[in-house]
Nanobody
Framework: QVQLVESGGGSVQAGGSLRLSCAAS????????MAWFRQAPGKEREFVAAINWSDGSTYYADSVKGRFTISRDNAKNTVYLQMNNLKPEDTAVYSC??????????????????WGQGTQVTVSS
């Protein structure tokens, strides 16, 4: 059974940085795509970033390109999301997700069948 546990959320001022972690367990993830999604109050859950565990290919939403970086540590079975130059519109619950996903569909939330509990990120102006 796949388990995903996020950590690292918090409150920061605009322009600040946070690093989220997603510790994965329960299976071998070499064929999986790991992703971050976020959901703001009153809005649908949206794609943020994804990484292919085997070759490290990365994918980003346009709204975070150049500010966020997704990475993985194979030895620790952990995926990270480094978030720099945070904006108030980045405020949301950030959730980690995992699944075997075709490269052309990594941004589609319904492709993922394993989710963490989420961590709150709040950015004040």
């Amino acid at each position: 059974q796949v388990q995903l546990v996020e950590s690292g959320g918090g409150s920061v001022q605009a322009g600040g940085s946070l690093r989220l972690s997603c510790a994965a367990s329960g299976r071998t993830f070499s064929s999986y795509t790991m992703a971050w999604f976020r959901q703001a109050p009153g809005k649908e859950r949206e794609f943020v970033a994804a990484i292919n565990w085997s070759d490290g290919s990365t994918y980003y939403a346009d709204s975070v390109k150049g500010r966020f970086t997704i990475s993985r540590d194979n030895a620790k079975n952990t995926v990270y999301l480094q978030m720099n130059n945070l904006k108030p519109e980045d405020t949301a619950v950030y959730s980690c997700a995992a699944a075997r996903v075709p490269r052309t569909r990594v941004m589609i939330r319904t492709q993922y069948n394993n989710w963490g509990q989420g961590t709150q990120v709040t950015v004040s102006s």
